[in-house]
């Protein structure tokens, strides 16, 4: 059976990013997977938390949050602040990117600095938190190293970048990177977080009204496997995109995301 | 290495049962998984949230909450009202436990009914999310019993049991059920929910500031299965001595359970 | 007119406790007087709130919270941290818990120490405040025991026992320990709050739509003063039971708590 | 030994009011007893809560809210609305004007109306809550008297007058209608509500920090019914001054109200 | 086209004023446009903001609140501590009370202290934020006469006095100082906020679903300059009369302002 | 004295769009007046807020709301959901947008619809409140247009465009459009709202800590004057450009916007 957008069942959508959607933030990046667009901000402060100073914690800290603008879902959604209390989906998902960032930043080596990850989604459809945490890494690393440029940290605190994806169980087939139709209609649903180096950092596998075999989790990790390594190899490159002056041919990407209205 | 209590590296600690503690519930039961005990209450009651009558929908609905009482760790824990707003960890745990029971329930023969299950936790020492689940389920198969026998249910709704345990890595060995202090030095930590026949519910697997290879996540599934399936089997047991009038015996578990101060 | 338990007009219902079934608490009860089941538990903390150290007051402090589980009550009562804000009710009763306690414990003998009870509702039948006050009085005495053998104090801060019983006319006749129906009935509800030398803590009475005369009003002191007596006679037994090992006899308690699903 | 204010023992301080001072309530009376100044204000509205029309309750509904102005105490208080949430302390007030009210009024004969007692702290010297209910029911009082003159009601709700004070007692002596500084400094603090007519509607006696016998609470309540009936007879006189044209003597009221600065 | 009260369109309302209405507050003045009734307090206390404080930042802080009473408004008003969240209005007029004020106060000269004006409506009939601001700053300008006479000051930290006053344009005319039901009608409404000495302080013009020529603009601001004229002329009467001990003719003031329900 | 940035006194900064960047919303467009960036979502729904069912009222309901993202500030701003409350200065603004664009939209003419109006900063550098208001403009003249296109209105809502923009006074001299460090600095700040037919639909004029003369405030109008009909003519060429399928020379507009890091 066919992809509702003709992809093979192993291919990610295009990837995409802009670097330095929001200057303030010491990084930033918006990235698309296909038409979910998420913008990833890095912001390093001079301070840590006051339980870190109280306690004498040394080392720094990494916090993350996530939120969808109201206009990013196909029926607009309530901004939580008018809801005056936190969505508890929302919530789970800005305690993952935490994790999976803090998995692969040696705090130790950040001084007393906090790293606060803003991951806001500019367009949802399906896998906002894979996109995120992938979005969130390209940030930390050229956060870090434009401070190291500037002497203000002296050891590269990332040790390594991590990427996340989404694979899935629809109809009985295995599929890499689940756009929101999918995700809404699949089985099976299933968040990996991996480094470059193959290792788990967080699987997440969850049959929501249904349940899964131990061959159909094996199916899932090798598409995912798949995926991250293409994740990765992307990451790299837009990270060293940061280190140099913007090209000319930059103006192909952003005609690419920009001119599809 | 032994482990702090002795046990085997694959083996659960001692779980015992107290029925009915709360018996304004529908049905209800005190679960302890070695020290961590938790108040499990299933309610059912005879009308469905507000957007399923205006959408239409039929059938029945399931929710859960999961608390810590503030005297249930070491050191006494505020409680959410006080502080005004959820905990994110709280709010992630009692989605987990919704999800896991929906996987094995059946809402279209509840009727226009909505089952409540309340997980507090009264002693916190390790996997009260798993001794949550696993008691949730007790709880649920009893009470969808009760409503059956007094007619008020023609079909049973539950479609098969469900339990949940943790695995993990410490020091390099992979064990079954970890304890507060076992969690809180492991490297990783996977939680495992499955049915009864052996079906993935969900995977929860997550390295915090640590990653894990393919290799270690089959060790943890290994040891995870053999829990699940002795679980499986305490669950049967304890559905069934509900049907029964209390029995002598009860009160070598009460015992057990109570007189270890 | 016969009592809706067949019980005297001024007959306790039966109290039954279990002791540290909380065991993270320095002292923990569960607490019966009839249906109605409390658990008590009061947790000693070596710090006191920053407005006592930044004013300079020397000595300990104590602080009451109550709560209604949500399956405490026939209908399930929704959660406190779920409607976000706390429960009139809840706040009032726990200040009288508050209150009842700081009248028999002498805070200069606490040292910098801060006396946390929790009094959490399991069922509800009337009677949850008195209940959560001879309970919480039954926690303390036990938690200051033990602090005293291990040597965190030097002296005994608890100076009597307190204990709190309701009382309240009905159809004219003047009731002793109220079950739910009985309260719900009543013209008048009176909850009195006496240590063992019988002198007033605290006496609340209130004719919810309905006034009662000075006669009326002694006539609910006699029974209550009678009830109150009973009570610091089990405080007592409790108290001391603490101090032993457990007995096999405590089983008969259990199963008399835990047999009658 | 004197009082701070040479007043006998059991005398009350002037006891003052200003009828309408908040035209838009249907009527409204800023009572003064000593220092203490409470503005409360009844307003009748052709409604009732939600729930009485889902559950078919016949009759009207009373509810009242009592709140600290933020200058009302020598060191200014921070704002309820500010804090984002509800003070203990206000809850318990409000809910026991609440109760006060509604023992002397009778629902049934207000028809589908609601009437909202509002009782705001201009000056707070000790006395605050019996203040609120004693110009609470002089509001309701009257503003039942206006809907009957337009025949907006057909039969009197007010079934009787009720009146609240205070008593106390304070290095062994018995004290009517206490200020801030008896107050603070009693080992004893009791609220009265009694109706004209000498029932009771409400007995609050409290010892914080301290306990009390039979014959102190004997003492208090007889200079507590003095306070009361002569309370009642203030009352009698506002309510009938409020159906006359406004009098040249009330001139002399508002010098005795405003001219001590 | 005649005004709903005869006045001439560039007439103000009567003015009246009660000082000391509130007397734990520093200085207050009840103040009234019209059938419009605000409490002005203005509390000093002798701290001041932690920020400033970790900031070392130098001299005092100027805080402002504005509060509608429920009872103020024809249709009884919620209020914000039961919403549980503070009103936008609200927040929007205490931010202008705050900054009209500050405008002529010189924080240098209050030394560490802060000054908090609280506004509540007791009687909203329109302009309840220009009366707000008039009578804040007679409250403002009391209390720091009076600290200077304590010496608690040593120098008069006013500048100069500010008032404010309302225009509009309703059927193409005119007019000064709308009431409720002009401003309810009117086209355009302006805030205007301006010092004894003729200078703008804050100017808010607002076409509400219209708009507005530069002619009308003009039209506003001069009929606005004669209203803040005689309004800083009744200002420094009430400051003067602060001065001054309690005076007969005073009494004529409290029946005017009392004397009609 | 040279600006800042080398503009001339009444010049505005270079002011960019990008078009649909959130291609959830109806219409969207970023926009930058020099350094700050606003995207700006206009959301029609096909439904009204309840009260206007229950009212009765026809036509259909335009909200806006503002919001600062967490990095668009130079040191990182919480989110107002991490706070649990809005900001009172957020809420100012949205009122205002809301105000501004009711001014020029025919509600009636819009059928039982809801035009939510998302204003979100991306980047702070003064006037974001006029870029928010002169964005909204251009997203709801598009949003109408689309609907008209589709059918789904018969008549055009906006009848005429709406621009903001600001005007100071910096020591002496009269500045349009001012940045954040110029706007930091000024003594007086003035935010006009005018229609392309050079009405008035708001003016806010406001000297924090000073005051201003009639004669700045008539320079202030003036530059305010001359910016707004730019805009206008900006706002004409976006709003014309969404007619048209995207052009190649939309690439240099892109290269303008994010070449420059």
């Not at 480094?195 to 788990?200: K, L």
Request: net charge neutral; proline share 3%; charged share 25%.
């Amino acid at each position: 059976m066919p992809r509702i957008d003709q992809r093979a069942h192993d291919q990610l959508r295009p990837v995409d990013y802009i670097l330095d959607i929001a200057p303030h933030a010491t990084a930033s990046v918006l990235i698309a997977f296909g038409n979910t667009r998420v913008i990833c901000a890095a912001t390093i402060q001079d301070e840590v938390p006051r339980w870190m100073k109280i306690q004498g914690v040394s080392g720094g800290w990494l916090t993350a949050e996530y939120s969808m603008l109201p206009y990013s879902t196909l029926d607009r959604k309530e901004r939580d602040s008018s809801k005056g209390r936190p969505d508890g989906r929302s919530i789970e998902i800005q305690r993952l990117i935490g994790r999976s960032l803090r998995a692969v930043v040696d705090l130790k080596k950040m001084g007393q600095k906090t790293l606060s990850l803003d991951c806001d989604v500019l367009q949802a459809d399906g896998g906002t938190r894979t996109a995120s945490i992938t979005g969130a890494c390209i940030a930390t690393a050229i956060a870090f190293n434009r401070l190291l440029e500037k002497g203000k940290l002296t050891q590269q605190p990332l040790t390594k970048k991590v990427a996340a994806i989404s694979a899935g169980i629809l109809k009985g087939e295995t599929l890499l990177d689940l756009c929101y139709v999918e995700d809404r209609d699949a089985d099976v649903d299933c968040n990996l977080v991996l480094t470059e180096t193959g290792d788990f950092v967080e699987i997440q596998g969850s049959g929501e009204e249904a349940t899964f075999s131990q061959a159909q989790l094996d199916s899932m990790l090798v598409v995912g496997r798949k995926g991250i390594s293409e994740l990765c190899a992307l990451q790299q490159q837009a990270i060293e995109s940061a280190m140099k002056p913007a090209q000319p041919q930059d103006l192909q990407k952003l005609a690419a995301f920009f001119g599809k209205r």
